[in-house]
């Protein structure tokens, strides 16, 4: 079967890399039965032929008009689709959708007739800010690390930068490889209006948040660094937990060790 990927090989790369981390995702036990989500704005790979290319489904709504998305190209994961089944066929298992003219609705355009991920809307939603803003970034990813959801049952790390600052402090790389830290969104049903809306407030100061009781949602430039944020995020968590479960607080490193940090690599905050 002909695939849109075929003579392709940056498109392709970029699905390969999506490919890869839903296989780590699946590995790291963040990805049971068809959790998680991945949406990436693939339009910089498109070409006059994909462009020409006819839909393979009807016409679906978005839910919302999001005009800075108008004739944007998304490889989506599939709804209902395995992360593990993603890693291995990643265009049996997600789809390439066309925004249509209207911003209001979109259609498949290749391999397969894969209906995108419920949570589309919310990942859409994202993407037209980052457009808006000129931020860069072009990927977003919704996992369930099992540590951080664990975190996320006790109110006190639910409190603005508590859980950053805790986290932060377990080890350098940490705030080095996530210096935006961690946003937290109290609990909203998953795919509500409220959880997205809720996001994108919090995805005005970071990349990463945290949504109570449910799981992480991410954004950046690359589906890898994405990944990354979060896989050093939950590295903390455990690091935390661990020192907990041996019966100790952990010391955590000072204020002014990570300020000195802070300078020393230029980070933000």
Not at 119 to 131: N, T, Y
Not at 191 to 203: C, D, I, N, Y
Request: hydrophobic share 40%; with cysteine.
């Amino acid at each position: 079967m002909k695939s849109i990927l075929d003579g392709r090989p940056l498109l392709k790369e970029e699905v390969d890399k999506i490919a890869e981390v839903a296989g780590y995702l699946w590995q790291k036990g963040w990805a049971e039965r068809n959790g998680g989500n991945i949406t990436v704005n693939i339009t910089e790979f498109v070409d006059d032929a994909i462009r020409a290319l006819p839909a393979i489904s009807e016409v679906k709504e978005i839910g919302v008009t999001l005009p800075a998305l108008k004739g944007q190209y998304f490889f989506c994961k599939g709804t209902n689709k395995r992360m593990r089944y993603l890693a291995r066929w990643p265009m049996e298992n997600g789809s390439v959708i066309r925004v249509l003219d209207d911003c209001s609705s979109y259609v498949i355009i290749a391999d397969n007739p894969v209906l995108p991920t419920s949570e589309l809307p919310s990942h859409l939603m994202v993407h037209a800010h980052q457009i808006e803003n000129n931020t860069g970034y072009k990927a977003t990813l919704h996992t369930h690390p099992i540590e951080l959801v664990a975190l996320s049952h006790n109110k006190k790390f639910l409190q603005k930068d508590v859980l950053t600052n805790l986290l932060w402090s377990m080890i350098p790389e940490t705030k080095a490889f996530c210096p935006l830290g961690l946003g937290v969104v109290p609990y909203a049903i998953p795919g509500s209006k409220a959880l997205a809306e809720g996001t994108l407030k919090e995805l005005e100061d970071y990349d990463v948040v945290l949504w109570e009781k449910h799981g992480v949602f991410a954004k950046s430039t690359d589906i890898m660094d994405a990944f990354d944020q979060v896989d050093v995020l939950s590295k903390s968590a455990v690091i935390y937990l661990d020192c907990k479960s041996m019966g100790f607080e952990p010391d955590g490193m000072s204020n002014e060790q990570m300020k000195e940090l802070s300078r020393v690599f230029h980070l933000p905050k």
